[in-house]
């Protein structure tokens, strides 16, 4: 057997050109577009949280000035712990928050944006999983899981 076989010599199926640079150009085009179709997801991602948390709460403050048109004049002392206790207007658990959307109130509305606010983040690193696994990129993929857990597990533990 010579040399000039197509087959290579560990007996395999004969091996693959190399890429010529044509062809490394052209990879290196995908990857870029692959790249800018991600920043652009992930930007849509965060834009459209942070907008649609900011229309709500601006719709839940509108609600509770309208309802109550006398926080308009701030009179006496105003604390943290008026807002923050547990007999004030604003829901501290999902129970709560869910009486208090289904009657309307514009604390619960607050609340809500508040919520789509805090979720923004935690939705970016899902559609960062995303785009590890659209990248086919094993590694990032299990690394950004592992955050993502630990963000979720953060919501529930305290």
Do not use: W
Not at 79 to 103: C, D, E
């Amino acid at each position: 057997m010579t040399g000039t076989s197509d087959v290579p010599a560990t007996g395999g199926a004969p091996a693959e050109p190399a890429p010529s640079g044509g062809d490394r150009v052209h990879h290196r085009e995908v990857d870029e577009e692959k790249l800018r179709n991600v920043e652009t997801a992930i930007s849509y991602v965060l834009r459209i949280g942070v907008v649609a948390s900011v229309i709500t709460v601006l719709i839940g403050l509108v609600m509770v000035f309208r309802h109550h048109a006398g926080y308009f004049s701030i009179n006496g002392k105003i604390s943290y712990h008026s807002v923050a206790n547990r007999h004030s207007i604003f829901p501290h658990t999902i129970g709560q928050l869910g009486a208090a959307l289904s009657h309307g109130t514009g604390a619960g509305v607050i609340v809500l944006g508040l919520i789509i606010l805090l979720a923004t983040p935690v939705l970016r690193v899902a559609v960062g999983v995303l785009s590890f696994i659209y990248e086919k990129d094993p590694p990032m993929t299990i690394v950004t899981l592992y955050v993502l857990g630990v963000l979720i597990a953060s919501f529930f533990l305290g």
